[in-house]
């Protein structure tokens, strides 16, 4: 879900557009350590430096609209401070000429002279260091003053390219700097925190007298500077500072601004520090009344009053006819991933919601129709939101059981973000519902006295689902206590695992994951019910203020109540300060405990001006917490205890320079739009992912040293892979070669056998890439590729009612537009198949191919049961377990539904091998081993490009034929004898050279 980043840009452009002191606040928050350095660095004394940050923020609350937004913030503020020190510095000078005699000189400062000498000294060191093309690009940046067109046209270069060279440069330069240079003479971190602190104070006092006094045009405010004289370096010294650390800010601030949601307490500068510290007289009433608030409700459970909150009215409204949207999921997100501070709701028949309880300050509402608002919300106000939403369109469906019949008054769940989602209406007396959605949404079901239902994923093309209530369920029912066996109202629940993760085997068509868990809060007697749970060992988890998040298992039998209590303990809290390596705090740190993204009790706080944090809410026992700042991060263990607090102070380890590269095609012409990673060992698939700019750089961070392979992609196409080192001893030239140039496509339609189009899902894949992109085919059944390389690729369509279809292989030349003959579709019919011998282990895998040996599909075990939609023909179930294989052949026939049986029986552990020789990498080994008399008794596709080109199985004793077919039109066969009592057999296939 995106979230704007709390970055100084966007601060600074708030407060010009709103005036709002919180906003000013937060953007002291994130820029004054800083600022504070730089001017500590000028002045040379603690005092000026204090006046200098107070008079250069005092000055952006009063020229706030002369700001441009299309500017950076901190090259902009770290200006405003150079301005404020070049004033102070010709103020000492006039009053030391009014003191001196008219014919006295004042002697030079030894210390000023031998410091700018020293300084001159570096920064040609630096220069020359730096080299072409960085040192002649910054010279008319910080020297002459050029921005980067103006130098892309003394150059004579692409002014792209300039931007990213000055970028790079900085960062370089920054680097490079001493470190008094960057920590401004040593201010020590408890006297850089003491000095923000009463600057902030002083600013936030003018900033709430210059906002309650707007109407009346009050003056501005006068600041009277004291200290002593400062040396000549003062006046060039300034704009170079202000570049090199300002822009080197915002450039590491916005490394990970697509990644990290904002965590922004109400006020940093007090909610984020230990009770003994939070005496700033300029703390708002309504944010320390909130803090105190919260600190006593954190030893009782209970959510602070509702005075001290805020309340949101959302009226929503759809886009495209301006009636109510009803029925639609609502999250008010005042910390966003902190669940505990989370209100919502679904909204009535009017497209109505009330959102009570809400921390006051930064809050964003969202939901899966409408984009992020944040609001500022005030305790104790009431605050209307009118909100436009937007849906893909409506989707039809029923809930059925597993005989099919209707399933009336279920409960019908959409997803919101994740494997988290609300449920928004039941089915009628007939089972149907409808319902608005957006892509990629997922719809499921529950219902009194059965199991949830599977999740499917909508697309753009979903028109119809059916959602299958397949086992029988039960409920659960109990209640939340503390230690003393008192309730804990509020408390939250979460009953069963997360799910959201894609069931294995499921088609394109199906997009099936698996169901969710449930999502509750307690009641007033910290009570709770819920209906709809799997048979079987459910764990229920709980969380709530002041304690940590615990859990419990609770045995549920089909049709039957099952009751838990949860004992909540007190919460651990970690309390500390955020260092990076020079030993300077981290301002907006994010601290959290580890976990998956949205976890139930996953706590997060984010550091403070001075670093310190304090994370609550947390288990005993090992804790693993995470840091995430701008300037890296790091993951570590603590030790925690229930009600006790833990001092860790984390010290961010200094980061690696980036990877720097460019990628162009055979032309050299530079490639735009092109995700580049690192691809872990034995993954297809990438990790962290940039996309290259309009000149083809990109910047990697975090790759470890040593040897990796990097992957070029577009439209999740592999085009390229490189062998690289880390650390680079130079920027990266990675030149696409002809072949592996997206230039070819491939189009078509999928049609019935009457010949009209059909709503269908195409994959087009090459052979050494298993992931793919998803084509979706218009209702007239056409479809078309986005551009791909040369190569041979695998086609494979599936559509509703018709199963899935493997095209084969279609090879694809340079610049080649190839339109495929109409893809006709029989209708499909279904097959039902059951385990003869009972339930198999929860999850199990049923592989089904055809007979030929071509691999369909496969699809996940209900128990003992399972069902599948297919092509007319004939095909093959087979299902392994521990030294055990059941396994039947069947026929599907249009229209009509087929019943299979499958009888486990004892199987030997077999490994076989094709050596891959000279094969070429963009091959696909078709595998398929059958019996004496021809039947096929198992198959499976191998990627020697991206796997090993081995395979284990389990086949029955006997007789075997093994045959491997490669998508280059060579094949190898070989016969071997599985012997019983023997595990673990192995042979080998030779394909013959090219």
């Not at 971190?189 to 906002?211: E, F």
């Not at 949830?452 to 029912?477: D, H, K, Y």
């Not at 072949?739 to 189009?747: A, D, F, L, N, V």
Request: hydrophobic share 40%; aromatic share 4%; charged share 20%.
């Amino acid at each position: 879900m995106p979230f704007p980043f709390a970055s100084p840009d966007r601060l600074l452009a708030s407060y010009r557009r709103t005036g709002d002191p919180r906003t000013l606040g937060r953007l002291f928050d994130k820029t004054a350590g800083e600022l504070l350095r730089i001017a500590a660095w000028l002045c040379g004394n603690r005092a000026d430096a204090e006046d200098l940050l107070q008079r250069t923020f005092l000055t952006v609350l009063e020229s706030r609209t002369s700001y441009d937004p299309s500017r950076r913030a901190m090259p902009w503020l770290c200006g405003v401070l150079g301005n404020h020190a070049r004033k102070l510095h010709e103020q000492r000078q006039r009053r030391a000429l009014v003191t001196l005699p008219a014919a006295e000189e004042q002697a030079p400062d030894p210390l000023a002279a031998a410091a700018a000498a020293e300084f001159a000294t570096t920064v040609a060191r630096l220069r020359a260091e730096l080299g072409p093309p960085y040192a002649e690009v910054l010279d008319l940046h910080l020297r002459d003053g050029l921005d980067a067109n103006g130098i892309a046209e003394r150059l004579g270069r692409p002014a792209g390219t300039v931007r990213t060279q000055i970028v790079r440069g900085l960062a370089l330069l920054r680097r490079r700097l001493p470190h008094g240079f960057g920590a401004g003479l040593v201010l020590g971190a408890s006297v850089q925190a003491a000095s923000l602190t009463s600057v902030r104070a002083a600013v936030m006092a003018h900033a709430s007298a210059h906002a309650n006094a707007i109407a009346s045009s009050a003056g501005a405010a006068v600041m009277t500077f004291g200290g002593i004289a400062m040396g000549k370096k003062l006046v060039w010294l300034v704009p170079i500072l202000a570049l090199v650390l300002g822009s080197g800010a915002f450039w590491w601030q916005q490394r990970n601004a697509d990644a990290i949601a904002p965590q922004e307490p109400t006020d940093p500068a007090t909610a984020t520090l230990p009770a003994d510290e939070l005496r700033s007289p300029k703390t708002t009433t309504s944010n320390a009344a909130l803090a105190a608030t919260e600190r006593a409700a954190a030893t009782t459970g209970t959510p602070p009053a509702d005075r001290d909150f805020a309340t949101v009215v959302v009226h929503l409204r759809w886009a495209d006819d301006h009636t109510p949207a009803a029925n639609v999921g609502v999250v008010a997100m005042p910390q966003p991933g902190s669940l505990l501070t989370e209100r919502e709701g679904v909204t009535d028949a009017q497209g109505r919601l009330v959102l009570e309880r809400i921390r006051p300050g930064s809050c964003w509402i969202t939901s899966s129709f409408t984009e992020v608002q944040k609001m500022e919300l005030a305790a104790a106000t009431e605050t209307t939101l009118d909100i436009e939403a937007s849906r893909v369109g409506t989707i039809s469906g029923a809930v059925v059981d597993r005989t099919q019949r209707p399933v009336p008054d279920a409960r019908l769940w959409m997803s919101a973000g994740g494997f988290r989602g609300f449920e928004v209406a039941r089915s009628d007396a007939a089972g149907r519902f409808q319902l608005p959605f957006v892509a990629m949404q997922g719809v499921g079901a529950r219902k009194t006295g059965f199991a949830p239902s599977q999740v499917v994923l909508l697309s753009n093309t979903s028109r119809e689902v059916t959602l299958v209530l397949a086992e029988a369920g039960g409920t659960i029912q109990g209640r939340v206590v503390d230690g003393n066996n008192l309730p804990v109202p509020g408390a939250r629940i979460e009953i069963g695992p997360p799910g959201g993760r894609a069931i294995p085997g499921s088609t394109l068509a199906d997009r099936l994951l698996e169901p969710t868990a449930a999502s509750l809060v307690a009641d007033d007697a910290g009570a709770f019910t819920c209906e709809g749970v799997a048979v079987g060992a459910v764990t229920v988890q709980a969380w709530a203020y002041g304690f940590g998040p615990t859990s419990a298992e609770v045995v549920v039998d089909s049709g039957r109540r099952s009751e838990v209590v949860v004992v909540l303990s007190p919460g651990a809290v970690v309390t500390g300060r955020v260092l990076d390596a020079t030993g300077l705090p981290v301002a907006g740190a994010v601290v959290a405990r580890v976990g998956r993204y949205f976890e139930f009790a996953r706590p997060r706080t984010e550091s403070g001006p001075d670093g310190v944090f304090r994370l609550e809410h947390l288990p005993s026992g090992s804790v693993t917490l995470s840091v995430d700042c701008d300037v890296g991060g790091l993951q570590e263990t603590v030790a925690t205890s229930a009600g006790s607090v833990t001092s860790w102070n984390p010290v961010i380890p200094a980061e690696s320079a980036p990877l720097h590269g460019r990628v162009i095609d055979v032309d050299g012409k530079p490639m735009p739009n092109l995700h580049v990673g690192i691809l872990p060992p034995e993954s297809p698939h990438i990790g962290a992912v940039v996309r290259t700019d309009a000149e083809g750089t990109f910047a990697l961070r975090g790759a470890d040293p040593g040897t990796h392979t990097l992957q070029i992609e577009f439209e999740r196409v592999c085009l390229a892979r490189r062998e690289i080192t880390v650390p680079a001893a130079a920027p990266l030239l990675v030149k696409l070669t002809g072949h592996e140039m997206p230039t070819s496509r491939i189009q078509g339609r999928v049609v019935d056998e009457t010949g009209a189009g059909i709503v269908a899902v195409l994959t087009i894949r090459l052979p050494n890439w298993r992931s793919a992109p998803s084509i979706d085919a218009d209702v007239d059944g056409s479809f078309g590729s986005s551009p791909l390389p040369e190569g041979r690729y695998l086609v494979e369509v599936t559509a509703r009612g018709f199963g899935t279809t493997n095209l084969g292989v279609v090879q694809l030349a340079r610049d080649e537009v190839r339109s495929l003959p109409d893809i006709v579709l029989a209708r499909a019919g279904n097959v039902d198949i059951e385990l003869a011998d009972g339930a198999s282990p929860r999850g199990a895998i049923l592989e089904i191919a055809r007979i030929d040996g071509v691999v369909t599909t496969s699809t996940l075990l209900d128990g003992n049961r399972a069902s599948a939609e297919l092509q007319p023909g004939d095909y093959l179930a087979l299902l392994h377990a521990d030294h055990a294989r059941a396994a039947t052949t069947f026929t599907v026939r249009s229209g009509e539904r087929t019943r299979a049986i499958l009888t486990f029986v004892p199987a030997i552990r077999v490994t076989l091998s094709c050596a891959r020789g000279d094969a070429d990498p963009d091959d696909l080994l078709r595998l398929a081993v059958r019996d004496a008399a021809g039947e096929l008794l198992d198959c499976v596709q191998l990627h020697p490009g991206i796997e090993p080109a081995a395979w284990t199985t389990l086949l029955p004793p006997g007789p075997c034929t093994a045959t491997v077919h490669a998508t280059n039109g060579r094949t190898a066969t070989t016969t071997f004898v599985v012997r019983s009592g023997n595990d673990d057999q192995r042979f080998a296939l030779d394909l013959p050279p090219r």
